[in-house]
């Protein structure tokens, strides 16, 4: 309370002790005040505020040091580390097929592209081959991951933008999903459902109704959704126009995904490099316009139709044949055999044991998890453990582009743009 | 990718490109190549790392997908650093590598702009944590800190040397043997 | 109409009166070790301790009133936790379902998660804890009001679960667990159960001594004892002087 300045000494006698009291310590503008005290300038400070790793509105602990000139954002520092798991360590300690629940748990939302990724390499490497039956099961159940994992993006970003009832729609959604995920694998998450050589198990009896039935109800809940947000005027005022950045920062960032897409470049691997099996199916890659968190938020809204239309296809021509490959040296053997067959007896002996031997080598192996390119890098030494497994997730490079993205903007549009970066701290911390 | 011969010859080019360039060191800037399973592998002086990789993006290899670190623990030079490149108009990738020695494991950082192109911006906290997991100093980075472990760790854990860890599992039988809480 | 008013007494042949209501009226006989109505006495009341007169009025007042409220703040605290939002990793998804349409965790009254550790008393930490981020667990924890309670969702946090490496730190080892619920992660109806068996422990008692066990109070730093580094050394081997299965 620096700088006496009360124009009025004393108020006129009609007005009451107290209010004469109050206006004796009135404050003039700070200026007035800076200028009396004698400082020579005056300067607006910047405050560096800590988004600490415990914050409802981060999405997983990410800690962020946001400095701030008032509402506006300056500059932004984001600290990560705060779920490191240690997964590449426990990887090279582990037998390949052990490796696979390991590997799911990094990206913890999109637990079927960590593990195809890691098949996928390990395949390569071992060249094995997946059978078609294997690889369309593997496509219907990677989409339906990238369904829930794109769910619970929507669902959590509306939480941050105020939409409550989105989150409860969305876990709606993915209780189906994850219905699914159990009938065929038995577990919800995290399901070691992919092997290398294919999958583990067939499909059971009721899954294909079931499956055929969330499809048709998927698109129209999607539409709501998309009605709910795009008639909010709230929602829309918060996403348009904040934060966009240009495809070719973005590029040299080595941001991917629907962040790319979303900028107007059209890079999703699964057209540009199919891999299992994409190729045979027709969909299309939602791009936006302008590259504003509205066009992030679309393109994502976008790809879950897109999904759906490949489940479908993926389901009406899926092949038979065998699920997984039959080379026994790399994946277990059927369990009837293990009665009749010395030879699979002892393959399933060293199996499960010992693990499969692969060649020495190294491979790089992307696929297109939901938030960008998901690659997994595997070191082999030619024993049945992995020498190196490393696994260049989409959101740890990501993170990168965020203090481009909102430099300069309120710290309002600061929470959209993390929730609609999708950033997955599982992933970006491994 | 590039297949066997093309990347041969992406190789060659490199070494008369180096050769005749000004200021060109002597010798090549290729030590080997590798061809497996149908991926290229350029390995490469440490020295000329920024060198090699501005002439990669004129040929059109303009995305650096990962920058991530190996560790060859039997044999020597044991640390590697691996880049990833990507050429988004012909789909095509090609992996560049360097060898560096455990005891003074450094390369050039590929963040900032240099005399030979502009910097890298990708490979920001993809070195950081290359330098946290195993301890290689990218010279010329403009805040090279640990990322993932806390800032004042000592060791790099994925390094092949560095023990796993872990804590044994609290059963009753060894509750009061394992630290916990008070018991 | 005719009244009839039995007295409380048993009857002639011995059996004692065994109606709820009137055990519980007889209170005072049951203090005194009244061997007429043939229950068990008290164990800290032998035949030389019997309280008589004013001195049993008021144990008995002090007995049935203090320990029905008690009861009844145990009953209303069991019945409204306010659940920290905080979730780590993938335990956390299915939290989210725990709190989500199906398994609702709303019937219970627990939907509250608050942003807020003042304002919250139950930290449910879901998802594995990494060195870096255990202090500021710890933090969190202090930062709560009394009375509060903790449960480690998850196999991480429990255990270690499937990573046992270097980087992680098993809950217990900082902060006092009420109720672990394993799996990886555990469904919601598990998580439900775990809530479930802790709203029954505050119910039935609240202090069931593992404060004095874990040796934490309030917001005290625990201090590792002295000698805990030699225990921390033998980390990668489970310690077998016993002879047990290492």
């Not at chain 1, 005290?37 to 800590?50: K, P, S």
């Not at chain 1, 991917?256 to 897409?261: A, D, E, K, N, V």
């Not at chain 1, 939901?370 to 024993?383: F, H, K, N």
Request: with cysteine; net charge negative.
């Amino acid at each position: 309370m620096s700088g006496p300045s009360s124009s009025e000494g004393n108020g006129p006698a009609t007005l009451s002790e107290y209010r004469r009291r109050e206006q004796s310590i009135s404050l003039s503008p700070i200026e007035e005040q800076i200028a009396e005290a004698g400082i020579e300038e005056t300067r607006e400070e910047l405050l560096t505020l800590n988004f600490g790793p415990h914050h409802p509105a981060t999405h997983g602990v990410l800690r962020l040091l946001v400095t701030l000139q008032g509402e506006v954002v300056r500059d932004l520092k984001p600290i990560v580390g705060y779920v490191h798991t240690g997964i590449e360590k426990t990887a090279e300690d582990k037998s390949y097929w052990k490796v696979i629940p390991v590997i799911e748990r990094m990206d913890y939302l999109a637990y079927y592209f960590n593990a195809m990724a890691f098949c996928a390499a390990v395949e390569e490497l071992a060249e094995v081959e997946v059978p078609p039956r294997g690889q369309y099961l593997r496509v219907i159940h990677l989409e339906l991951n990238r369904i829930a994992s794109h769910l619970i993006w929507l669902g959590t970003s509306a939480l941050d933008l105020g939409a409550v009832s989105i989150f409860l729609y969305c876990l709606r959604e993915r209780e189906l999903i994850l219905d699914l995920f159990e009938m065929s694998s038995g577990q919800r998450m995290h399901t070691r459902y992919f092997q290398v050589g294919g999958v583990f198990e067939d499909i059971p009896r009721g899954f294909e109704p079931k499956l055929r039935e969330f499809l048709r109800e998927m698109p129209g809940r999607a539409d709501e959704y998309g009605d709910i947000l795009n008639s909010n005027e709230i929602v829309l005022q918060r996403l348009r126009g904040t934060c966009p950045l240009d495809a070719e920062t973005l590029l040299s960032l080595g941001v991917t995904g629907p962040l790319l897409r979303a900028a107007g470049h059209p890079w999703d691997l699964r057209k540009a490099d199919p891999y299992c099996s994409y190729g045979d199916f027709d969909f299309k890659i939602p791009i936006g316009t302008v590259g504003d968190n509205y066009d992030r938020f679309a393109v994502r809204l976008a790809e879950i139709y897109e999904s759906v239309k490949i489940i479908q296809q993926a389901i009406d021509g899926l092949p038979e044949g065998p699920f997984i490959t039959t080379d026994r040296k790399v994946a277990l053997p059927p369990r009837h055999e293990l009665a009749t067959s010395m030879e699979a007896l002892i393959h399933h002996f060293k199996l499960v044991t010992e693990g499969f031997r692969v060649p020495p080598g190294e491979i790089y192996m992307p696929i297109e998890s939901p938030r960008g390119e998901l690659a997994c890098y595997v070191r082999s030494d030619g024993s049945s453990k992995p020498a190196r497994v490393h696994m260049r997730d989409p959101s740890f490079v990501n993170l990168q582009a965020l203090s481009h993205m909102v430099k300069g903007s309120y710290i309002a549009d600061l929470i959209a743009t993390v929730a609609m970066l999708d950033p997955i701290l599982g992933g970006i911390d491994r | 990718m590039p297949d066997a011969t093309g990347l041969e010859l992406i190789a060659q080019e490199l070494r008369a490109a180096e050769g005749a360039g000004p200021g060109a060191a002597a010798g090549s800037p290729v030590t080997d190549t590798v061809f497996f399973r149908e991926r290229g592998t350029l390995i490469i002086e440490p020295e000329r790392l920024r060198a090699v990789l501005a002439q990669l993006r004129d040929r059109g290899y303009r995305f650096l997908c990962s920058v991530h670190g190996v560790d060859h623990y039997p044999q020597e030079p044991r640390l590697g650093v691996v880049y990833e490149l990507l050429d988004m108009s012909r789909v095509d990738r090609i992996t560049v590598k360097v060898l560096l020695d455990a005891d003074r494991p450094e390369v050039d950082s590929l963040c900032p702009d240099g005399d030979d192109g502009p910097g890298w911006p990708t490979a920001d906290h993809q070195e950081r944590e290359v330098y946290d997991m195993f301890g290689v100093v990218f010279r010329g980075h403009p805040d090279l800190r640990r990322i993932l472990m806390p800032e004042d760790y000592e060791g790099h854990p994925l390094r092949r040397d560095f023990p796993v860890g872990g804590e044994p599992v609290r059963f009753t039988f060894n509750e009061r043997d394992t630290s916990g809480t008070g018991a | 109409m005719e009244v009839k008013r039995e007295p409380l007494a048993p009857d002639a042949d011995g059996a004692a009166d065994r109606r709820p209501l009137v055990t519980q009226l007889s209170s005072r006989q049951l203090l005194r070790g009244s061997e007429l109505l043939g229950l068990n006495q008290p164990a800290h009341l032998s035949g030389a301790e019997l309280l008589e007169g004013d001195e049993l009025e008021r144990h008995v007042h002090e007995r049935v009133l203090t320990t029905s409220l008690d009861k009844a703040v145990a009953w209303a605290r069991s019945n409204s936790f306010f659940p920290l939002a905080f979730g780590l990793a993938c335990c956390a998804m299915e939290q989210f379902h725990a709190a989500g349409p199906r398994m609702d965790i709303a019937r219970f009254g627990y939907e509250a998660f608050r942003a807020s550790p003042r304002q919250a008393d139950l930290i449910i930490l879901a998802g594995r804890v990494s060195v870096k981020m255990a202090p500021i667990i710890r933090r969190l924890y202090d930062q709560m009001l009394e009375p509060k309670w903790a449960i480690s969702m998850g196999a991480c946090c429990s255990s270690m679960g499937v990573f046992n490496n270097y980087a992680l730190v098993p809950a217990d080892k900082f902060l006092p667990i009420d109720v672990y619920v394993p799996g990886c992660p555990p469904r919601p109806e598990g998580l439900m159960h775990g809530v479930l068996k802790l709203r029954k422990m505050v119910q039935d008692d609240p202090d069931m001594g593992w404060r004095e066990r874990y040796g934490a109070r309030g917001t005290e730093e625990v201090l590792p004892e002295p000698g805990a580094e030699d225990r921390r050394g033998a980390a990668v081997s489970v310690p077998s002087e016993r002879g047990r299965l290492a």
